[in-house]
RNA sequence: GGAGGUGUCGCAUAGUGGCCUAGUGCGCCCGCCUGCUAAGCGGGUUGAGGUUAAUCCCUCUCGCGGGUUCAAAUCCCGCCACCUCCGCCA
């Protein structure tokens, strides 16, 4: 959700914003208009209500003739204040649904356009050279196979496509990575968190995912529940109705949590292997800070993500997500993409968003300063999920005779193994 | 899953249909007084929205949502959270 006042007082930034997405500038209009006919119903019911309730004053004084007529007015009034209510309260929750739908406007940094619009902002790292050193290399389907890490037949069996076991060596590698994230986020500030994975629709729709998105995420009808696909989801919500002290910003989280994705409209597309998957888990960070000091939050998130792969001695590149593939609530979205050497290109690994107020707002998470109370600026970015930092370690430091060399920043972390080794 | 209890301003509490424009104490903020501090004295102190150039003013907000009533913190119904106990369980 964005500030009402934007709209009213430059609605052709943001019609000019939803182009920029790819979307219909019609709305920033229909809400204008549903607004002003909400104003007009409150307006009109307050008018009657003040009448109500000074009459209902006087009531209680009167006696006799005079209360008798009063009673007969105020009954008739009452009558009007009811429908009147009704009236604002319908018009209100037009109001705000089509003020839900209206994604946070893209920051102007942010390329024009979709998916394919990224800019590029750096390359670090070569990709390694395969042919060059005489071997091909093999997919992780065949390493993980090998090394007895991943069994994806048997994930197949018992929890149909497009899951997984990790096991053994893999399985090791999974905590391996997660206390390595957690060490690193834990020493730049961060507050760890277990967070739950099942939570209750507000979450889901403040955190923007109810949207377009909600074809992609899983619902429990029965409960009511919604499995989340990011611990963004509970994150953010942890501070929900909440006025936090202006002094104790920014708050870091860093999270340990499952993620369930449907994949729905991905038929066909990455289905050999882990690097699509219906469940995974992740470490995310997530900040609470002010709209004025998220951008550079939004950089320093960037260097974490970029401090991380460089530990893994990943070779990546660094998009500028374009403005039509942000998503509902962020702004500005970077992704950091390894060199996958099977996939002969570069493959999404993290991922960072500004959301600026727009989920602060939704979630009313609200910071108390000198000069008054404002929402919050929220940022999230991933720091590692387990399937595809396990598929670009094992594909980019694979070996000729099929051992995978562990990165020496991994290598404490495995009781200080260097290698993994084939398991026949 | 079952039974009972609780839910009022940052905290603690008062409030059993109109006197609530929600009182009081503590805390906090501003000022006065004062060698310093404390005490004392005076004032302020939920949030959201409408209106406005801004103030004034008005509406909503006593866990949430309905209902009864001319009128609800107060009466009724449903839900939620927490506490106690029983059952079940990793």
């Known amino acids: 959700m964005i500030d009402l006042r934007i709209l009213r007082n430059d609605p052709e930034l943001v019609r000019d914003a939803q182009r920029r997405r790819g979307e219909s500038p019609e709305l920033v209009d229909e809400i204008l208009a549903k607004d002003e006919a909400r104003r007009t119903t409150i307006a009109h019911f307050e008018m009657l209500r003040a009448e109500q309730k000074a009459t209902g004053k ?65 390359h670090v790292g070569e990709p390694r050279d395969f042919s ?27 929890a149909g496509a497009r899951f997984y076991y990790l096991t053994g060596v893999g399985a090791e590698l999974e905590f391996a990575l997660v206390n390595m994230a957690m060490d690193q986020a834990r020493s730049a500030g961060f507050t760890m968190m277990i967070p739950p994975a099942l939570v209750k629709p507000p979450a889901m729709e403040g955190t923007g995912f109810l949207g377009q998105a909600a074809a992609d ?31 104790s910003l920014p708050r870091r989280y860093v999270a340990f949590s499952p993620c369930y994705r449907k994949e729905a409209g991905s038929y066909g597309k990455d289905t050999r292997g882990i690097w699509r998957v219906h469940w995974f888990d992740k ?59 099977t996939r002969s290109g570069y493959g999404e690994l993290t991922s960072t968003s500004n959301c600026t107020e727009f989920q602060a707002r939704r979630l009313n998470v609200r910071g108390r300063f000198a000069d008054g109370i404002r929402p919050l600026a929220t940022l999230n970015g991933t720091l590692v999920a387990i399937p595809r930092a396990i598929v670009a370690i094992l594909e980019t430091h694979q070996q000729a005779d099929g051992s995978v060399r562990v990165p020496v920043a991994l290598q404490p972390y495995l009781h200080g193994r260097t290698t993994l080794e084939p398991v026949q």
Not at 217 to 238: I, N
Not at 296 to 308: C, F, I, N
Request: include cysteine; charge should be negative; glycine fraction near 8%.
């Open 58 to 122: 006087q009531v209680a004084r009167a006696a006799g003739e005079e209360r008798a007529q009063l009673l007969a007015h105020t009954r008739e009034l009452s009558a009007r204040v009811k429908e009147a209510e009704a009236a604002q309260t319908d018009a209100d929750g037009a109001y705000r649904q089509a003020m839900k739908r209206l994604p946070n406007p893209a920051a102007p940094e942010a390329p024009a356009g979709g998916e394919d619009d990224y800019t590029v902002i750096e």
């Open 132 to 158: 060059a050193e005489g071997f091909e290399p093999l997919d992780h389907v065949e390493l993980g196979k090998r090394l007895g890490a991943i069994d994806i037949e048997r994930g197949a069996k018992v």
């Open 217 to 247: 995420v899983y619902h429990l009808p029965g409960d009511d529940f919604y499995l989340v696909g990011t611990s963004e989801v509970a994150l953010a919500a942890y501070h929900s109705d909440e006025v936090l002290d202006g002094d």
């Open 283 to 341: 470490v995310e960070m997530f900040s609470y800070t002010t709209l004025e000091e998220s951008y550079a939050e939004h950089e320093r998130m960037l260097g974490w993500e970029k401090q991380w792969l460089d530990k893994l001695e990943l070779a990546y590149r660094v998009i500028d997500t374009a403005a039509g593939d942000l998503g509902l609530s962020a702004a500005r979205k970077f992704d950091c993409e390894a060199w996958i050497p």
